[in-house]
């Protein structure tokens, strides 16, 4: 049996199940914690603790948040634990710290507001979490990074100099998973009829309903594609009302009815990239490497994103989808109207980036990159418990030498040499 593997995590947790239940098969046992559901998990039949944790700038809730991590942790006395959050690289090492035989894996799937965003709060708040960062590296065996960038950024601002750093990109997509829901709804008339009624064009964009994700960008570029295709329909998927500050709001999509409908998180993503004749994602975020592209481009969905970090792991620009600029609504809108005009073009780009994730961030290949650092860990963790046995048993026996030099030199002082 391999080791004991917690992962905690929050609302969105359980987009890892395929991740987990992949390891799972490799012979780890698997934990998780988060602040989600937990019935995805029930159904997987997968160990999971629930606790509360909140995404945003709130003390007393991150207070309660680490003495439930830490409960978790004596409870669970995993292994190994991982992380994956801005807020959880912190508490988790805090959580952790009084038990030495823990190995913690912090994940830096983005960098998220905190570090991505130019507001007065942001920039006030970052010089803490930087400070805070740096504390917590000092209980952190490995920090994750699902890109160069994040990397780069991290050592820049001297956050990751105590432990190991590693890269290895996204979470896994579970390819065999997403190919049959994707063929029924590209070749769903109805679901295209009820959502996009008539010759409609599809233009798909699966994200939180944010400022920072780039949500009034696209709906300018969506009034833009209007003017020239009107027959081009705008499906926004994703949560608004959770984002609280940070939502778009309603009566800002509704403007652009009736060629801009938000239909809310969907548990039928992968239908509706089948249908989807172009996808946009105009985040303003530094990502990790972002789960919707991956998702798109399994689908052989052409794509449209911004020149970001994560972004740029997935797509090359004129090869396999189109990159422009964050925040530059005419850039994305002429993008937009190039796929849908040039149907040969956008078709060979999906393919191109449907070819690119299945070689390289499939979940088969990802596991196996956490499997190989999970097993390096738990070998360095048995290491480092033989040598700290050894070192105990030490002073007994330099003890016991010490004690038979002495009753010699006593023996030998008392019984002087011809007697």
């Not at 994956?84 to 830096?108: M, Q, Y």
């Not at 994707?182 to 009820?194: D, H, K, N, V, Y």
């Not at 809310?264 to 985040?283: H, I, K, N, Q």
Request: with cysteine; aromatic share 8%.
């Amino acid at each position: 049996m391999r080791p004991h593997l917690l992962c905690i995590g929050g609302e969105d947790h359980s987009f890892r199940i395929p991740f987990f239940l992949a390891l799972r098969d490799k012979g780890f046992r698997i934990s998780a914690a988060g602040t989600g559901d937990p019935t995805p998990f029930a159904r997987a039949g997968l160990d999971y603790h629930p606790y509360r944790f909140s995404r945003f700038v709130d003390p007393l809730s991150d207070w309660t948040a680490l003495r439930a991590i830490a409960k978790v942790l004596a409870d669970v006395r995993p292994a190994l634990v991982q992380c994956f959050d801005t807020k959880l690289n912190l508490l988790v090492p805090f959580a952790a710290r009084g038990l030495g035989n823990v190995k913690v894996i912090s994940t830096v799937n983005g960098l998220g507001w905190l570090y991505s965003s130019s507001s007065p709060t942001a920039l006030g708040l970052r010089p803490v979490y930087c400070a805070l960062q740096r504390l917590a590296n000092r209980w952190t065996d490995v920090t994750v990074f699902q890109n160069r960038d994040d990397l780069a950024f991290f050592i820049r601002h001297r956050m990751v100099e105590n432990g190991e750093n590693v890269v290895i990109p996204g979470s896994g997509i579970d390819i065999e998973r997403f190919e049959g829901p994707i063929a029924t709804g590209s070749q769903s008339p109805e679901l295209r009829e009820t959502l996009a009624p008539g010759a409609s064009e599809v233009v798909l964009t699966v994200t939180r309903m944010t400022r920072q994700k780039g949500i009034p960008t696209l709906l300018e570029a969506a009034a833009l594609v209007h003017q020239h295709r009107p027959s081009v329909r705008f499906l926004l998927v994703g949560p608004r009302e959770s984002e609280r500050p940070f939502a778009v709001a309603e009566a800002e999509i509704e403007r652009h009815a009736p060629y801009v409908r938000a239909l809310g998180p969907r548990s039928d993503v992968p239908a509706l990239l089948g249908l989807a004749d172009v996808f946009a994602f105009p985040t303003e975020y530094f990502e990790g490497v972002p789960r919707a592209l991956l998702e798109a481009a399994v689908a052989s969905c052409p794509i449209v994103t911004t020149s970001m970090p994560g972004c740029t792991d997935v797509i090359r620009d004129g090869w396999n989808g189109f990159l422009v600029p964050p925040r530059e609504p005419q850039l994305m809108a002429t993008k937009i109207l190039e796929l849908v005009r040039d149907r040969v073009t956008a078709a060979a780009m999906g393919a191109r980036a449907a070819k690119l994730v299945r070689t390289e961030f499939s979940l088969e290949i990802t596991v196996a990159r956490y499997a190989a650092l999970y097993e390096d860990l738990v070998r360095r963790r048995s290491q480092s418990q033989m040598h700290k046995e050894a070192r105990q048993r030490e002073p007994y026996a330099l003890n016991a030498t010490n004690s038979g030099d002495l009753g010699q030199e006593r023996r030998s002082s008392s019984c002087p040499s011809g007697m």
